[in-house]
């Protein structure tokens, strides 16, 4: 998708993005970065971080590479004490960091299971934990402030082995559906973006090869979703008035029959 959205919408608002250092995450930040917000990128990744936020700021924005493992909740709280110092309260939180892991489930990778659950629940929580009080002092303040979560299609569609990573995913949908119940009162809004397929580096990760088959495939036959589509969605999220609350944007490409 090429830039929609024009101007700087998103200027005085201070982002922090987690899973930042590749694919979904990096472009939403470097897109949120253009569209006029600070930018605080998380991952554990250090080289590819300091990458991202030397290039942001070498192009007129504002970044500050956060090198963490958001599965620890200490590590997490710490730089969400540093986005504070360095760049202000946070207000836009783009807790997207996820890792899917796919096999059989007779396979027992437990292994695999706990990285899931650790990464996309444990991890999505620890930031929620971490950021949530700036979001509030953020809104308390009169301003728009946003938690949205990365979920996935995988969250209601029913794909075979795919188990462990939907449960996860589907853990996002409803959570972002039960926060807004209590923090959409307090002007916070709350939002999970579910996509299809992008092309990132997240089937790199899967070994099993049946898996890895349908992922291919799709990326050799079909015009995937590139991160930059993800990126434009989630600005445009975050910059609507701040009584409107788009929750949950299903987003897959055209021909994406799943
Ligand atoms: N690609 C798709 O088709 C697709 C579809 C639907 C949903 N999603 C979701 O989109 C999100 C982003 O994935 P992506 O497709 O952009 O894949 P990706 O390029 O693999 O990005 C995953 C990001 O998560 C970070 N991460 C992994 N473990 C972490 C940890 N312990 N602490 C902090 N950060 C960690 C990775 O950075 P480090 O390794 O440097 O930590 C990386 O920046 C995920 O939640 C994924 O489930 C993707």
Redesign the pocket.
């Known amino acids: 998708m090429s830039a929609l959205l024009t101007g700087t919408p998103l200027t005085g608002r201070v982002a922090v993005v987690?899973?930042?250092?590749?694919?979904?995450?990096a472009a939403t930040a470097t897109r949120l970065a253009e569209l006029g917000a600070k930018v605080a990128v998380?991952?554990?990744?250090k080289d590819?971080l300091d990458a991202l936020a030397e290039s942001i700021n070498r192009t007129g924005g504002t970044a500050i590479a956060v090198p963490?493992?958001?599965?620890d909740r200490e590590a997490v709280q710490a730089a969400a004490r540093q986005v504070a110092d360095q760049l202000g309260t946070a207000d836009l939180v783009f807790n997207?960091?996820?890792?899917?892991l796919i096999s059989p489930i007779a396979d027992l990778r437990q292994d695999d299971w706990q990285r899931q659950i650790d990464?996309?629940v444990t991890?999505v929580m620890n930031v929620i934990g971490a950021f949530l009080p700036q979001l509030t002092a953020a809104a308390e303040a009169g301003k728009s402030a946003d938690l949205i979560t990365?979920s996935?299609?995988a969250a209601t569609r029913i794909l075979e082995k795919f188990s462990v990573y939907s449960g996860t995913k589907a853990y996002i949908s409803h959570l972002t559906r039960l926060l807004r119940v209590e923090l959409g009162r307090k002007n916070i809004r709350v939002a999970t973006i579910e996509?299809?397929?992008?092309d990132?580096?997240?089937p790199d990760h899967v070994t099993d090869p049946d898996a890895s088959k349908l992922m291919a495939d799709l990326i050799d036959q079909i015009d995937v979703l590139q991160?930059a589509d993800i990126a434009e969605t989630v600005a445009f999220m975050a910059s609507v008035p701040r009584h409107v609350n788009l929750t949950e944007i299903t987003i897959l490409p055209t021909a994406q029959a799943i």
């Open positions: 987690s899973g930042a250092s590749s694919g979904i995450g998380l991952a554990r990744r590819n963490v493992d958001v599965t997207n960091a996820g890792v899917q990464l996309n991890g990365t996935s299609i996509p299809g397929m992008v990132t580096e997240l991160s």
